[in-house]
């Protein structure tokens, strides 16, 4: 048995930003990782994806750009830099941050066996046993979830880890799914040289985006030569050489390659959830303060994708700073502070969670969206803009095709929600996450000024249209 203040599992981004807080107040911290420490994202999520995806879309962005004559995609360089950006699957750069951080890394599967006990089997199967003074903070993350039929098992199908880390660009890739992942790994694939079709069941790509950003992507999809098969589903699955779909529209549909795109389920099957009253497998639900829901106490702490509040490495991080912060002042016996934007208080998880979806147009979005709206009864006003008519998009590329949402407050004038959707728009995102955090007045954003010639302008444009239109579209009740 070893003894520390903070026990962490799990060493994604998340569990180590944890850890970073709790050891910087001065608690001894200990972080316990089954595979390698940097998590899903660094090794087969947002890292690789993204080194997969900017040689593609770069290369299309210069395609369009008069006096750029690329040359094809050199494949063989592009999986090497994708190589390069996942640390070759190596953590030993995460392992010496850890160590000069000050933070305690124990190798092997660790589970709750009790209250502030965690056991943690290493490759050997030895067994050491941890228990915190203070905290246990459960980080452990998501894995791809499969559809439960038909059963795809027997197919070796791909998962986000296979479509971020593959060798080799299959000629025919089928995808199952019309979330984040499905886009982006359709944009990259498809640029490296597979055939790609999507099999999705709703009518549309990415159900909780804006439908106008959304159907933006499709029609870029379509345009690149990605198949897109909307309301459908696979009825059956085998696999000899050729993986073969059986499809609800009665059509078959033969590739080298199944991609599983099918969401996420927590990783917490396997982690003694038992012990402590909680049910095995679930997400584990949390409070702002990131204290798990249905512990007797305030020992138990679930943090990032685990929580299921937003499955995003930025977000995950916002998380762990807090949580560190309430871990450390609860351990001095310090009183928290509980209002929102407070130090203590994971606001901006319901208020301002932005994305960014890196296909191309890339879509950028912060806050509400006008389904959401309409869900929550909410009175908003809407208002867009065509974001190819900017200055700065004129600038930006020859005919360049994007548009523009925000969501108003009508009573308070303060923005409530963003989508962008565009070549560039990743950076305009921030500048949206302030208006909506800092409830900053309309009045005040005419003072900030875009430069010339900037996609930035489409602010300016969307406060004129606002202030120009004498019955703003409005959601809500
Ligand atoms: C293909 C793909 C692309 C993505 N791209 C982006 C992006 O561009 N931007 C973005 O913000 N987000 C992106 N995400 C989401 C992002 O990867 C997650 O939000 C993020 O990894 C969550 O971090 P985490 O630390 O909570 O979990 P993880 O990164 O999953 O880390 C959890 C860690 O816990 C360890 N672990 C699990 N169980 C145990 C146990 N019992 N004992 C010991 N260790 C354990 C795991 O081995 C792992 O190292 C992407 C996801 C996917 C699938
Ligand atoms: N750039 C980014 O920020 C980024 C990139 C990739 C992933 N992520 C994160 O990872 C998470 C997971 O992404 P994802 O694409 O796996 O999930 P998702 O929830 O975004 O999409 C899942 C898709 O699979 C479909 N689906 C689910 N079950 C199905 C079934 N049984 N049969 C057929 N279709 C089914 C859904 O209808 C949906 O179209 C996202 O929440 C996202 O936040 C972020």
């Not at 900030?448 to 703003?472: C, G, H, M, N």
């Amino acid at each position: 048995m070893r003894i520390f203040d903070v026990v962490v599992i799990g060493a994604g981004p998340v569990g180590e930003n944890v850890a970073d807080r709790t050891t910087a107040a001065g608690l001894d911290t200990v972080i316990v990782e089954s595979e390698l420490a940097g998590g899903e994202c660094s090794y087969w999520a947002c890292e690789p994806s993204k080194a997969l995806l900017r040689p593609a879309l770069l290369h299309a962005e210069a395609r369009g750009m008069p006096g750029l004559n690329p040359d094809p995609l050199d494949v063989a360089a592009v999986l090497r830099h994708r190589d390069r950006m996942s640390g070759h699957w190596n953590d030993q750069s995460q392992v010496r941050w850890l160590r000069e951080a000050g933070i305690t890394l124990v190798r092997g599967h660790g589970r709750l066996a009790g209250p502030r006990t965690v056991e943690v089997t290493g490759a050997d199967g030895a067994v050491l046993r941890l228990s915190a003074r203070h905290a246990v903070a459960v980080c452990t993350g998501t894995r791809a979830a499969l559809p439960p039929e038909p059963d795809f098992s027997a197919l070796q199908p791909w998962t986000s880890r296979e479509a971020t880390s593959a060798t080799r660009v299959p000629p025919r890739l089928a995808i199952v799914g019309g979330g984040v992942v499905a886009v982006e790994m359709a944009t990259a694939w498809r640029a490296l040289g597979s055939r790609v079709t999507l099999v999705v069941r709703e009518p549309g790509l990415l159900p909780r985006t804006e439908r106008f950003a959304a159907d933006l992507v499709a029609d870029a999809l379509r345009a690149s030569g990605v198949e897109l098969r909307f309301d459908t589903t696979v009825t059956a699955a085998t696999r000899t050489d050729d993986v073969r779909l059986e499809l609800s529209d009665g059509e078959v549909l033969c590739a080298d390659e199944l991609l599983l795109a099918t969401g996420r389920a927590p990783r917490t099957d396997d982690l003694g959830l038992e012990t402590v009253g909680l049910r095995p497998g679930s997400w584990l639900l949390s409070d702002d303060t990131y204290a798990v829901l249905g512990v007797t106490g305030t020992w138990l702490y679930a943090v990032g994708d685990v929580n299921q509040r937003a499955l995003l490495t930025h977000q995950g991080k916002y998380q762990a700073r807090i949580a560190g912060a309430v871990i450390s002042d609860r351990a001095r016996h310090l009183p928290l502070d509980r209002g929102p934007w407070s130090p203590h208080t994971g606001t901006a998880d319901r208020v301002a969670v932005p994305q960014v979806v890196f296909t191309d147009p890339e879509i950028a979005s912060v806050g509400l969206t006008t389904a959401d709206a309409a869900n929550q009864g909410r009175d908003v006003d809407i208002v867009d803009y065509d974001l190819g008519l900017v200055a700065g998009a004129h600038q930006h590329s020859p005919g360049y095709v994007g548009r523009a949402r925000i969501l108003l407050d009508p009573a308070r004038g303060t923005v409530l929600g963003a989508t962008f959707a565009g070549r560039g728009v990743a950076e305009l995102l921030q500048s949206a996450t302030f208006a909506i955090t800092g409830e900053i007045p309309l009045d005040r954003l005419w003072h900030a000024v875009p430069a010339f010639p900037t996609l930035s302008e489409v602010w300016l444009r969307l406060l004129e249209t606002y202030r120009d239109t004498a019955a703003p579209l409005r959601t809500g009740r």
